[in-house]
């Protein structure tokens, strides 16, 4: 089953084909809004719908011709339909329903969340069900215990900023450009990690996350110091403990023996380092995506979309859904609408 999937939902456009049933990547490309949005210190959601519509023809045009196949030799259409920006989400959308239409073949709507919690499937082929999610992106901070592609409970989340919102806001106050968390990875590589020590946050629920105490203390700390380098360091390095400690409890609550990290921030090595040592201790085993498919791309979108919609269950009216700025993991449906 070959699905084209789109994913639009913030300041990514990426398009891909994928042949599901064989688990093979036909061709995939991700445009990265970074120039136009740097001069205004993050994403301008207006920017972000336009550049979307501006570059979504020219990716499906050099997707197709990489892959070389045509639109008739596909069989269904996804696209994230939430959560994030709303006009962001209506382009990737409004396009795939349209290119659906042109072909009469199935439109697909795809929770960009369950996109990253799937996206381990496709490359790591020991990894079953049930497991535990870290999603750890710009919007979310959260655990998920996944049952199925789609059965999943939320176990704890953030009570205030996401942890990629975290490395945002004290990236853009050490004045690094945009996108502030690989910046912020980089200056960390010539600090001294242990030259500040910052609180563990705490939480009174296990499984939440709270940052912005943590935010508020770097805050002061940069006011007083100017080793921008190790201050980003010791930030990175209780970041990563904090994680691993939470990480560490709910193995132990659930059981669990496989542990998945998604979203952006999995891509920071530190973190990463942390999480394997956390899990190796624990007897579980850690599964992250390859660093590309940390961060929004549309191959996890067409991926899930053949985990989630089998082709005997077609959506029958997923022309009607509606965008979804919200809609979290633990609601997932597939009748789309
Ligand atoms: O999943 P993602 O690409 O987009 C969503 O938020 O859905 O994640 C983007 C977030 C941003 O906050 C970005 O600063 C953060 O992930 N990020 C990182 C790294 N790469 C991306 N944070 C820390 N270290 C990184 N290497
Ligand atoms: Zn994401």
New binding site residues.
């Given amino acids: 089953m070959i699905i084209l999937g789109f994913e639009t939902?913030?300041d990514?456009t990426a398009a891909a084909l994928v042949n599901t049933s064989t688990k093979t990547i036909l061709a995939e490309k991700v445009y990265s809004q970074y120039n136009e949005h740097r001069e205004y210190g993050g994403v301008v959601p207006e920017i972000a719908s336009r550049a979307h519509l501006e570059r979504l023809p020219i990716l499906v045009d050099a997707l197709f011709k990489n892959a070389g196949i045509t639109l008739k030799d596909v069989d269904a259409i996804a696209a994230t339909t939430g959560p994030?920006l709303v006009g962001a989400l209506l382009m990737g959308a409004t396009y795939a329903k349209t290119l659906a239409l042109a072909i009469n073949k199935p439109f697909l709507p795809i929770n960009?969340l369950a996109g990253?919690a799937l996206s381990p499937l496709l490359t790591e082929e020991r990894l079953n069900f049930p497991y535990l999610l870290l999603q750890?992106?710009?919007?979310?901070c959260q655990f998920e215990w996944v049952e199925s592609p789609t059965c999943s409970q939320t176990l704890g989340a953030t009570i205030d900023d996401?942890?990629?919102?975290c490395?945002?806001k004290v990236?853009k106050m050490l004045g690094l450009e945009h996108?502030?968390?690989?910046a912020?990875?980089r200056l960390a590589e010539e600090g001294n990690d242990t030259a500040f020590s910052l609180p563990i946050p705490q939480t009174p629920k296990p499984g939440d996350f709270s940052f912005s105490g943590l935010k508020t203390h770097m805050r002061k700390l940069i006011s007083k110091h100017d080793n921008y380098a190790n201050l980003a360091a010791s930030f990175?390095h209780t970041v990563a403990t904090y994680l691993a400690q939470q990480t560490e409890k709910m193995i132990k609550q659930q059981t669990a023996h496989a542990v998945v990290i998604?979203?952006?921030?999995a891509?920071?090595?530190t973190?990463r380092g942390h999480l394997r040592k956390v899990c190796e201790a624990s007897g579980a085993t850690l599964y992250a995506p390859p660093l590309k498919y940390?961060?929004?791309n549309a191959t996890m979108i067409a991926w899930a979309a053949g985990l989630i919609y089998a082709k005997e269950n077609w959506p029958q009216n997923s022309m009607n859904s509606l965008v979804r700025p919200r809609w979290p993991l633990a609601e997932l449906y597939t009748d789309g609408v």
């Fill in positions: 939902s913030c990514e994030g960009h990253h750890i992106s710009g919007g979310h996401a942890v990629g919102e490395f945002d990236g996108p502030y968390g690989p912020l990875e990175q998604a979203g952006g921030v891509g920071n090595k973190i940390c961060t929004d």
